[in-house]
Structures are given as C-alpha cells and as structure tokens.
C-alpha cells in the first residue's frame, strides 16, 4: 500500500513535470476524437440515430489515404516532401480520403438506413442495422486487405521540436493535425450556422414535419448530413495516419467508442459540444495515463463521463443542435 | 497393373505390421529392452525429418491437428507453424501409401476466449490422435486443461511462459526453451551488450507479455539496473504517446517490450518519433517482418529481437533444405518456429510410424523417446519441457531486413 501512494506521488510529480507536453499530446487524440464525433453528432441531431457504423466510415477513410499515397507512387522510406509538392500531396490525400469515408457514409444511408425509414422501421430496427452494417463493411475489409496492418508512408519529416509551447516541444505533425482538425471544425461549423442547406440541417433537427411542410427536402438533409459526417471523419482518417501510420480493418473500432463517449460527453446532436468532448477526453486521457498508468486510462475516462452524466445528464452543453447557436 | 498394386499393397503392408507388432509384444514383456529398442527407433525416425521413412508405416482415420492463430492480429506466427506442420504431413503421407495421417487445425485467432471450445471440438473428434500448439501462452491455459483430461498429447512449437510446465499436464510438452531461460538472457544483453543502467520495461497485459516483462525486470533488479519506467499498453489502441513521455522523461539507455510485433512495432516508431534513441529489445512475440513494416524501416533500424529459436531456418544445421521445401509447398518463406512446428509433427509422425496409433501410447512414446530433428535433439522431461541447457537467440533489423545476431545469454 505504502508502495501504491508513493507512486501515485512519483506519477503526480511526473505529470506536472510533463504537464504542458502531455497537454499538446493530449489536444492531437483529441482532435481526432471530435471529429470523429461530429459524426454521430450530426446523425443523431437529425435522426434520433446512433450511426454506429461510423467507425468504419473512418476505417475506409483511412485506407482511402493509404491508397492515394500509393497511387502517387510514395512507398516507405522514401524522401520526404516539402513545400509545394508536400502541400499537393497532403490535399490530394485529404480528398481523397474524404472521398472514400463520403462515399461509405451515403451508401450506409442508402442501403442500412433509409429503406428501414421509408418502411417507418422503429429506431431499435436502424440501431441493430447500423451494428451490422459495421461488422459487414469490417470484416469486408480484413477479407480484401488480409488482417495484419498494412503500413502508411511518412510523408513529411516529424521534425522534434518544431517550435515550444510552453516548455513542451512540439512536433511538425502535432501542429498539422491540431490545426488542420480545427480548420475542418471552424468551417463545418460556418456551413451549419451561416449557409441555406446548414439553416435546412437545423430546420430537420429541430422538428422535421414541419421543415417538411415549409419545402425543406428531408431526405436531401439526410443525406447531407451523412456526407458531412464523412467528409469530418475523412479528414480525420488522414491525420490520424500522418500520426499513427498504419492501418487495418479494425482500427475504428476503439476510436469509434471513444468518439461516441466524447459526443455523449459534449452533449449528443450538439456540434460544439462533441468538439469539447473531444478535447476533454483526449486530455483526461492522456493526463490519466499518466497518473494512473497506461492501463488505466480508458476506466479513468469512462468514470469522468459517468460523474458528467450523473450531474448533467445531457451532457456538458446538452443543447440540441437546432439550438446551437453562434 | 495399378489394380494388382493397391490390393496387394494392404496385403504386404498387414503382413510387415504383424511381423513388427510381434516384436513389440516382445520388447513389452522385457523392461530393460525397452529403452534400447526406443533409441533405435529414434536412430530410425532421422531418416524421416531428412526425408520420408522407409513407406512401411500403417495407419488409418487418424490426423493431427494444428492449434493456434490462422486469421487476426497474431496470424502470422500460427501460419509459420501450420504450413510446416502440413508439410511435414504431406512429406510423411508421399513416403508412407499405407499411412496417410490427416492435417487438421484450429483457427484460435490467438484469443483464449475461443480457445476451450475449440479445444473441446478437438477432443470430440476422434480421430485427432496429437496437438502441434496451442501456439500461444494464453490460448495454452485455456485449451491444455481440456487436452489433459482427454489424454490428447499436444507440443507447442511457441508458448513459452514457464508456468505451462507446471500445470502438471502430463499431455503438455515444449519444442522450445522458456520465458525463464529467454527472460535472463535478454536481461544479460540489455545489462552486457547494449551496456544499459537504466531501463523501460513496457508490456502489452497479456499473459505472454506481463510474464516476460516481469522476469526480465527481476533480472535487471538482480544485475543492478535501474528500472525507471514500467508500464502496460493496450495492443488493440493505436497511441502510446503517454508511455512514450514517461520513456522520454526517464532518459533510459534501453527499452524492453513484452508483447506481439504490431504493438511493438507502433510503439517503437512513436519512441523514434519522439527522439528516443534507446536500444529497443523486444522477445519473441515481436520476432517478425511484420515488426519491420508496422515501426517502418527507418524506427526498426537495430531493434533487438530475441527468442528460443532462429528467426530463420537457414541457421540450423539442415535448415537451408528444409526452408526451400517450405517456400516451394506454403508458396511463402519460412519463419519464426517453422523449424519447430516441422519437427515437433515429425515427432509426432515417428510415433505413429512406430506403430503407435491411438493418443495414449503416442502421449507415451513422446515423452519417453528422444527424436533428432533439424533444430536439435528432443528428449522431453516429465514437466514437459525440454532435457539440456537452453538455447535463446537475437536478431536484429539491419536495412529493414531481419538478420541474426546469434546466441545470446549464453
């Protein structure tokens, strides 16, 4: 016991030593948990659904960026890009990344929800529908590209110590995922907020029949929503790869409870509150990594979001997102 | 012609067998002839590990299963073991017409959770007279209780966490060296070669890798070096940046993982991203090219790769013929353990040419005879393990290719 208490004192001493480079760390898992759970948010804020098949939206996303690499002839261990070609490289694989994960979100609505709607199907019907859309497309992927991780190319040098924030040495990734994952939110954001088809997604979300009645095509708001959910979790399948670097069939899997989590955290159908979900849960866990040990860190997380829940059961800013507002 | 051949084939075949089963009733009756008679048998079964037998075995219905991973995260290893134990199969069944002993296997996936309904599934089915596995520690704990009760006799080619030998199994036999003998082996090249005092020692919280882990963190203790970070990944999750830090804020001079070459592999990629230049040392489980291509080459470069066995064939005696016949059968390289899994089913397949055909007197047979094959001599004692000082070798990624360094600990 005496031994637990003075690790737990080392750890503590650890984390406050590490404090800013665990927080930059923290801020990259982050980023891609919320983008990840703008998908479910949107979905949910529109249907009342969990898309549980959005895992694997960004699963494909992930192997849409390592087939664009592969297509521009990049193989491992090959030079660095820089400058320009670096930036055409990275928007090319951005796309098409976007690509694959848009076309996966449409074809999901397409054939596992939207004939359950057109037949007035309970939710319960589209809930076990998106399950078993997500073991299909999953284990269609460890069939055609084997099980074992397939390998991504690094694409730009991870230069150390890009620039310090605070006493944290930051790496060049960190800084394109964080940022990139930001302009993606901030933009997606603007479009719900300022644009006719987003004032459309809101009018869905806050009482379909009527947006029907006043000329809002529902089924086209449907499916917009689906595609920006997959446009979000593309762009995310690739900054997770700039990180990660490989990838297989199941890589969605975990990152899509987390998602979710961070999702329920913020609020569910909440835009804003799943970018803040996001960023708490990867900061809980990665100061709770530390503090409590790698292997404890997914309890640490789930226990802050059960003590979130217990106080404020629709989670943090638990607006719905016909609410959310500017 | 043909036809005349295979109805006086069984006819000559049943003749030999009643000549040969006489003489075994006679070496039963006899104790101390036993022992002799055996070690000829065994001087015998050299020829079949070269290539084939005499073709005078006979047998009928009966196969040997194959027990480990085929599909998910641990493939790999399971289908380096497979495909020689289908080959040593195929060689034995061209060699012996009258004794064509079936291939079976299990796909465990390496998850002890499947593991005892499949083991059960085995047991069921009769004509399974031996197991080549459980390939993995985990899976062993969960099958070998099942296969101990049927009295299925099964060599594992791979699971090496000491604790199996201990079960009191009398069916559970090892081809390799343990975690006893790996653990301070590596513990001495992290202390002697790579001149490390202090030391990260991570695992992945699975039985294979927490055993490893532990013994070499009780080796280090013991030599006096420092273990400044102790820490358990999850293999399935995809970012180890909280360990990294902890690596990163301890300034060791060496790594250890225990665990399987994915994790392995996204681990060390991320210490070399993050500007750790510790030696890497990671045991068997990490023993693969797929290691090389999850860290990519350039994080790979001279990680440390130990295990009870060579990464490749080519390094024993014999190994560079058995490891074309490997690649022209499977269509792929041979690998980690391939030359275990071949002499373990040969083994095996001696009993059963021996005249030994139901699981009670192979069991028998293989854990009192000894048997010459490529890799070394097998002479199992009664835990199971394997009689003679133990054997741990290191490998190493040079160019991105896996290369061995040679013995180590010794």
Same mark, same amino acid.
């Given at each position: ?6 690790? =737990? ?48 939206? =960004? ?59 057109? @037949? ?20 269609? =992927? ?13 694409? &730009? ?8 924030? &605070? ?31 987003? @004032? ?110 217990? =106080? ?15 | ?125 009769? #004509? ?254 009664? #835990? ?27």
């Amino acid at each position: 016991m005496l031994d637990l208490v003075a690790s =737990f004192a080392d750890r503590s001493e650890l984390l406050k030593d590490q404090f800013w480079q665990l927080t930059v760390d923290g801020l990259r898992i982050g980023a891609i948990y919320a983008l990840v759970a703008l998908g479910y948010t949107l979905v949910y804020g529109v249907l009342r659904l969990i898309n549980f098949a959005h895992s694997e939206v =960004f699963m494909v996303g992930t192997f849409g960026a390592l087939f664009a690499t592969k297509a521009l002839g990049i193989e491992q261990g090959d030079p660095r890009k820089t400058g320009f070609a670096l930036v055409g490289v990275l928007v090319f694989c951005l796309l098409v990344a976007m690509a694959f994960s848009a076309g996966t979100a449409l074809i999901l609505e397409r054939v596992a929800y939207r004939p359950l709607r057109k @037949r007035g199907a309970t939710r319960l019907a589209a809930l076990i529908s998106a399950i078993g859309a997500s073991f299909a497309i999953s284990e269609a =992927f460890a069939l055609w590209r084997g099980r074992n991780a397939e390998g991504f190319p690094r694409l &730009f040098q991870k230069t150390k110590s890009m620039f310090t924030f &605070f006493d944290a040495e930051v790496q060049a990734d960190h800084v394109v995922i964080i940022g990139g994952a930001l302009v993606m939110m901030v933009a997606l954001d603007q479009f719900v907020q300022r644009t006719r088809l987003g @004032r459309g997604i809101r009018a869905v979300a806050q009482n379909a029949d009527t947006a029907a009645l006043m000329g809002v095509n529902i089924d086209r708001v449907i499916m917009l929503t689906f595609l920006l959910g997959g446009i979000m979790a593309g762009g995310a399948a690739l900054l997770d790869q700039l990180y990660i670097e490989s990838t297989r069939y199941n890589i969605g899997f975990l990152l899509g409870v987390k998602a979710f989590t961070a999702a329920v955290l913020g609020g569910i159908g909440n835009l804003r509150g799943a970018l803040l979900g996001g960023f708490l849960l990867g900061l809980v866990e990665s100061y709770g990594a530390i503090q409590f040990g790698t292997e404890w860190k997914d309890i640490v997380a789930f226990v802050i979001l059960v003590v979130v829940l217990m =106080f404020r059961p629709t989670g943090l800013l638990g607006e719905s997102l016909a609410r959310a507002r500017a | 012609m043909r036809k005349w051949l295979r109805v006086l084939a069984p006819v000559a075949a049943l003749a030999i067998v009643a000549a040969a089963c006489g003489d075994d009733d006679d070496d039963d009756g006899d104790a101390t002839e036993t022992t002799a008679a055996g070690g000829a048998t065994a001087a015998g079964t050299d020829t079949t590990a070269a290539g084939g037998g005499g073709g005078t075995a006979t047998c009928e219905g009966i196969a040997i299963a194959f027990f480990g991973a085929q599909t998910g995260e641990s493939a790999a290893l399971g289908l380096n073991e497979s495909r020689a134990v289908e080959l040593a199969l195929d060689e034995h069944n061209e060699a012996n017409p009258d004794c064509q002993v079936e291939y079976k296997v299990f796909d465990s996936q390496g998850d002890p959770a499947q593991a005892p309904g499949l083991a059960q599934e085995a047991v069921n089915d009769e #004509s399974i007279v031996a197991i080549v596995g459980p390939a993995f520690t985990g899976e062993s704990n969960a099958a070998n209780p099942l296969f101990d009760a049927a009295g299925l006799p099964a060599i594992t080619p791979s699971a090496s966490n000491p604790g199996l030998s201990t079960q009191g199994w009398t069916i559970f036999h090892r081809a390799i060296a343990n975690d006893d003998a790996q653990a301070p082996a590596m513990a001495q090249y992290i202390l002697e070669d790579a001149g490390a005092s202090t030391v990260a020692v991570i695992d992945d919280n699975s039985d294979y890798g927490k055993g490893l882990s532990e013994l070499v963190v009780a080796g280090l203790e013991e030599g006096g070096a420092t273990v400044a970070v102790t820490d358990s990944i999850d293999p399935a999750a995809q970012d180890y940046s909280a360990t990294v830090t902890q690596i990163e804020a301890a300034d060791v001079d060496a790594v250890m993982f225990g665990g399987y070459y994915e994790a392995a592999g996204r681990l060390t990629k991320q210490l070399r991203d993050a500007g750790v230049d510790a030696t890497f040392i990671s045991g068997d489980g990490s023993l693969d090219p797929l290691f090389i291509e999850n860290a990519g080459p350039e994080a790979a470069e001279g990680a440390i790769l130990t295990a009870a066995a060579f990464y490749s064939p080519e390094g024993y005696e014999g190994g560079e013929d058995f490891g074309s016949k490997f690649t022209e059968s499977s269509g792929e390289a041979p690998g980690l353990y391939s030359a275990e899994a071949y002499d373990a089913t040969n083994f095996i397949l001696a009993a059963i040419d021996a005249g030994n055909v139901d699981r009670a007197s192979i069991l028998e047979y293989i854990s009192t005879e000894t048997f010459t094959g490529i890799t070394k001599t097998f002479k199992f004692q009664e #835990s199971g393990e394997l009689d003679g000082p133990p054997a741990i070798y290191a490998s190493t990624v040079e160019n991105g290719e896996l290369v061995g360094v040679g013995q180590i600990g010794a």
